[in-house]
């Protein structure tokens, strides 16, 4: 991998914040030209320092009142084919190999929770799951996309 300078953290340090600022705009910040603020980018996306832009949706505001964390204990032969079942079902918004007793961990979105309890009888006809364990969160203190870099 190249090396990555200040100016580098800097700019994945906006990125992370407004993740659809112009080149432009970018350039301005950072003092350098919109075509150096595209170059830089272009090379962080080729590195895989930025893996996606993407929009952060208000999910409640979309109907979509439980999130979930689900520990999911796993057949160890089986828990990659688990852990691939689980990423096409849709609520399913992460998924963590864990240390300790479960396997994984699953983060779900529910519309409520008859919907969750759905989703929980799904995942638990998956062959090698051997158990879930279930928390409702009841309030989000905080969620962040970003870190200090420089």
């Known amino acids: 991998m190249s ?7 800097k700019i994945l340090e906006v990125l992370q914040e407004e993740g659809n600022i112009t080149f432009v ?3 301005k910040r950072l003092n350098m030209s919109p ?3 595209y170059i ?13 832009v993407v929009s952060i949706i208000d ?3 979309l109907g979509y009142k439980v999130r979930a964390y689900i520990f999911v204990k796993v057949d160890p032969k089986r828990l990659e ?9 849709e609520n399913i918004l992460q998924i963590h190999d864990i240390t300790g007793e479960p396997s994984l961990i699953a983060q779900v979105i529910a519309r409520d929770n008859e919907h969750l309890a759905q989703l929980l009888d799904q995942i638990g006809r998956i062959d090698g799951v051997v158990s879930t364990n279930t928390m409702i969160a009841l309030r989000t203190l905080k969620e962040s996309y970003r870190i200090r870099l420089t």
Not at 45 to 52: D, S
């Open 81 to 89: 084919a688990v852990a691939r079942e689980l990423a096409n079902i």
């Open 25 to 27: 705009e970018l350039g």
């Open 35 to 37: 075509s150096t603020a």
């Open 40 to 52: 830089r980018v272009r090379r962080l996306k080729q590195m895989g320092l930025i893996k996606k």
């Open 59 to 61: 999910y409640q505001r």
């Open 3 to 9: 090396e990555i300078d200040e100016k580098d953290l």
